[in-house]
């Protein structure tokens, strides 16, 4: 079973950046997407950024020029970089990558930013 872990969350004060990794437990084969949701306390889990295969990314319009999302293949690994980033961006971010037949959840990992 392919496991995805993420890593590089934290307590960042508003206008800082992080960079969170997403690290797949082995090569994943026949991947369509891969990105990156997050879900802020009580609030419904959302779609942040995608990478549709081969290198083809889309950000919520909420991220987009702030966030980018890309990847390392020899590391099995997807990288999402926050910059400018703001309260409203705190919550649990979770990696999500989908294949042809299924697709995979990470752990998540917290980011808080705050003012």
């Known amino acids: 079973q392919v496991q995805l872990v993420e890593s590089g969350g934290g307590l960042v004060q508003a206008g800082g950046s992080l960079r969170l990794s997403c690290a797949a437990s082995e090569t994943i084969s026949r991947v369509n997407s891969m990105g990156w949701y997050r879900q802020a306390p009580g609030q419904q889990r959302e779609w942040v950024a995608r990478?549709?295969?081969?290198?083809?990314?889309i950000y919520a319009d909420s991220v987009r020029g702030r966030f980018t999302i890309s990847r390392d293949n020899a590391k099995n690994t997807m990288y999402l970089q926050m910059n400018s980033l703001k309260p409203e961006d705190t919550g649990v971010y979770y990696c999500?990558?989908?294949?042809?037949?299924?697709?995979?959840w990470g752990q998540g990992t917290q980011v808080t930013v705050s003012s």
């Open positions: 990478i549709i295969t081969p290198v083809f990314t």
């Open positions: 999500r990558v989908t294949t042809d037949l299924q697709g995979y």
